[in-house]
């Protein structure tokens, strides 16, 4: 039964339907954080969405990126609405070295093993320009299902098949790289995100520090 939902899932509005099902809320409050990131690390200049889907949800804060997606029907309905796209893999972006200002991915790591999944990290990091940003945009578990029942169970059940804890996901970014973590709720039956950022050094071999790890008090809302 899943694996035929699942499918159905491929088609551009039935995926769009689902978001609205089973993310209330997203539109507004994924949104409202995507403005305060973006508005903090700028969209001008070439930017990419890897693992876009049919519609950029950057499109939302007036970005204007170029999308990647393993699904050709993704990228089709990417390109259909205008913007550029193409089918690809996030372990082997299609782009040269330091390509884009900024390298974005909303909701792509856990539907990736951890091996790729770090190996997709490792592939934004390269065609991100020295001194640009990356971000990275996950959903993550609640930290106690008996308190988020309902984000528990649509967690479960969501097709990416490497659903992961808060320190799971922040293990698959790379070393000696500076991140800034932040948890935040994004939808009306309480599902959790974390944004984490990155600003690629200007200089070659630079360490980063260790992870800043917080939650955003106000997009905090418990369910």
Known sequence: MLTFLYKLLEHPLCY??????????????????????????????PVLDVGCGPASWLWKVSGHPVG??????????????????????ATALPFANNSFVGVWSIGLLHHLPEKAARQAMQEMLRVCQKG???????????????QRPVAYLVRKLDRGRFMRKQAELVSLLPERTDWEI??????????????CLCRKPMVDG??????????????????
């Open 182 to 195: 932040n948890r935040f709720t994004y939808t009306l039956n309480g599902l959790e995100m974390l944004c």
């Open 68 to 89: 990647l997606d393993l699904s050709f029907s993704y990228s089709l309905a990417f390109k259909e609405s205008g913007e550029i796209a193409l089918t690809g893999s």
């Open 206 to 223: 630079v360490q980063g520090k260790i992870c800043e790890q917080k939650n955003d008090a106000s997009f905090s809302l418990e369910v």
């Open 16 to 45: 769009r339907l689902s978001q609205l099902v089973f993310a209330p809320g997203a539109d507004s409050l994924l949104t409202k954080q995507l403005r305060k990131t973006a508005q903090t690390l700028g969209l001008s200049g």
């Open 132 to 146: 640009g940003y990356v971000a990275v945009f996950d959903a993550v578990l609640p930290v106690a299902p008996w």
